[in-house]
């Protein structure tokens, strides 16, 4: 069965730093296109940033120049760093992973993030 492991939420002032990371594991990882997506509450869940297989890279306009997402295949790890936090970005955290050509898709769990002002 197909696992993608958060990690690397918390709580955090405005304007610091947090890393997540995501481990998959019983996935052929370097196929999957590896994605954050985050839910606040009463909100719909939005996407934040995509990794594609061949490492191409797209963030929300909301996180462009504060957030970064990486892969590393050889771990089969995606994560995010997250810097200038602001108390906006106050979420629920998921790892998501997408097999274009199947459509295979699987989510984590979901990591916390809150930011306070």
């Known amino acids: 069965q197909v696992q993608l492991a958060e990690s690397g939420g918390g709580a955090v002032q405005a304007g610091g730093s947090l890393r997540l990371s995501c481990e998959a594991s019983?996935?052929?990882?370097?196929?999957?296109?590896m994605a954050w997506y985050r839910q606040a509450p009463g909100k719909q869940r939005e996407l934040v940033a995509t990794v594609s297989s061949n490492i191409d890279t797209t963030y929300a306009d909301s996180v462009k120049g504060r957030f970064t997402i990486s892969r590393d295949n050889a771990k089969k790890m995606v994560t995010l760093q997250m810097n200038s936090l602001k108390p906006d970005d106050t979420a629920v955290y998921f790892c998501?992973?997408?097999?274009?050509?199947?459509?295979?898709?699987?989510w984590g769990q979901g990591t916390q993030v809150t930011v306070s002002s």
């Open positions: 019983r996935l052929f990882f370097s196929i999957y296109d």
């Open positions: 998501h992973a997408h097999q274009l050509t199947s459509g295979r898709q699987y």
